[in-house]
């Protein structure tokens, strides 16, 4: 496997883990009532801590593949004084931030259950923040380089929550067919939903922002490998917005009339959500490697 295509999973791996602590955090700590939080949080125990340890190592991972990027391939990718080369780079500069963050994440799995989550969300945010200034976000300077990192931030946090609530999101719907749990778990995705509008609002305005800023306008030269990836990545988030539509509006609605079968249709929405949203974060992960032209 060469380092380009280890860099492009490994940051699709990357995404994907800072996002599902993030929206496992939101989600437990701020959609759940509080009778239904700690048993969600106990459910979701093991997919945080995985999310957290996989973001770490493979923050780790990529600042190791860039080193061989930047260096002489393989042999340089574990080279400690490639490594500090890296990090004083402009890359660099954001991910020893990045970094850092990681580590605080991991060492607040060590506090008590409701600090832990809360400080999980801080840290996942930050950490979703501090992407927005490596990359494309980057390429500009000044006013608009400030208005474009702020964008893609907001963008990021938005995507996190819609994405990273997902596998949370499929642990609750097992409560509600126990009577005892049914109120709670109605609440918790009613909540979800109320929040979820305004995440896929963003994720929307935000993403042609993204998009304008750094093409300089329309149409798309579809002979530009970056704008063919952008065209498709459109038209996953187009799929994941009607599908998130249908469940909405069309199934959840008919759980008051067939409640099993709404619910396996409420399951098999967020499944397909999930595995378009992978592919989005593998489009995005791409992107990382053609210049938008």
């Known amino acids: 496997m060469t380092l380009a295509t280890l860099f492009v999973l490994c940051r699709l791996v990357h995404f994907a883990a800072v996002m599902l602590m993030f929206g496992i955090s939101l989600f437990t700590a701020l959609l759940a009532p509080q009778r239904l939080s700690p048993i969600l949080s106990r459910d979701v125990r093991p997919l945080l801590l995985a999310g957290t340890w996989i973001a770490g190592l ?15 391939g393989w042999q340089d990718a574990w080279r400690l004084e490639v490594w500090w080369a890296v990090l004083g780079t402009i890359f660099g500069e954001v991910w020893r931030w990045h970094l850092g ?39 500009h300077e000044g006013a608009l380089g400030a208005l474009h990192r702020a964008n893609h931030a907001v963008h990021l946090l938005a995507a996190g929550y819609w994405f990273g609530s997902l596998a949370p999101l ?8 126990p009577p005892q749990w049914r109120s709670d778990a109605i609440t ?50 187009a799929l994941m917005v009607m599908v998130a539509l249908a469940n909405r509006y069309a199934i959840v609605p008919a759980m008051s009339r067939v409640p ?32 938008p032209v």
Request: hydrophobic share 60%; net charge positive; glycine share 8%.
């Open 58 to 72: 493979s923050a780790v991972a990529l600042l190791a593949i860039q080193a061989g990027q930047m260096g002489d």
């Open 101 to 139: 963050l990681t580590l605080l994440a991991i060492l607040g799995l060590l506090l008590p259950e409701r600090p832990r989550v809360q400080a999980l969300a801080l840290c996942s945010a930050l950490l979703l923040v501090s992407l927005a200034f490596i990359g494309h976000a980057a390429m």
């Open 170 to 177: 499929l642990v609750c719907l097992r409560y509600l067919s």
């Open 188 to 237: 918790t995705l009613i909540r979800f939903s109320r929040w979820g509008h305004l995440a896929v609002a963003a994720v929307i305005v935000t993403g042609i922002v993204n998009s304008l800023i750094i093409l300089g306008g329309w149409p798309l030269n579809l002979g530009s490998p970056y704008q063919r990836l952008l065209l498709i990545k459109t038209a996953l988030v």
């Open 260 to 291: 099993a079968l709404a619910q396996r249709g409420v399951v098999l929405a967020c499944w397909l959500e999930v595995g378009l949203g992978m592919a989005v974060l593998l489009l995005v992960s791409l992107f990382a490697t053609y210049a």
